[in-house]
Nanobody
Framework: QLQLVESGGGLVQAGGSLRLSCAAS????????VGWFRRAPGKERDFVVT????????YYADSVKGRFTISRDNAKNMVYLQMNSLKPEDTAVYYC?????????????????WGQGTQVTVSS
């Protein structure tokens, strides 16, 4: 059973940077398509980025393209989300997710495994 744990959230000023980490246990991360989602106060959980395990390339939401970068360390079984040029509208709880699908997907219902989330707050 895959288990995911996020870390790295915090409070940062607008224009600053944070790096979120997602640790996987139980199964190698390389066996899954991984994604990051976020839920802002009063809103639904929205797609941020997906990294497919087999087919297709990394796909970012337009709102974060050019500012956020997903990466992974297979040896450590970790996935990261580097967030630069942060804006107040990036404030949200960020979730790491994984699915056994071979292709990337922006649909949260496609992801079977979720972490508990980590809070990111960007002050203006």
């Amino acid at each position: 059973q895959l288990q995911l744990v996020e870390s790295g959230g915090g409070l940062v000023q607008a224009g600053g940077s944070l790096r979120l980490s997602c640790a996987a246990s139980g199964v190698p991360f390389t066996s899954y398509t991984v994604g990051w989602f976020r839920r802002a106060p009063g809103k639904e959980r929205d797609f941020v980025v997906t990294w497919p395990r087999s087919f297709g390339g990394i796909y970012y939401a337009d709102s974060v393209k050019g500012r956020f970068t997903i990466s992974r360390d297979n040896a450590k079984n970790m996935v990261y989300l580097q967030m630069n040029s942060l804006k107040p509208e990036d404030t949200a709880v960020y979730y790491c997710a994984a699915t056994s699908l071979a292709y990337g997907t922006i649909r949260r219902n496609d992801y079977a495994y979720w972490g508990q989330g980590t809070q990111v707050t960007v002050s203006s």
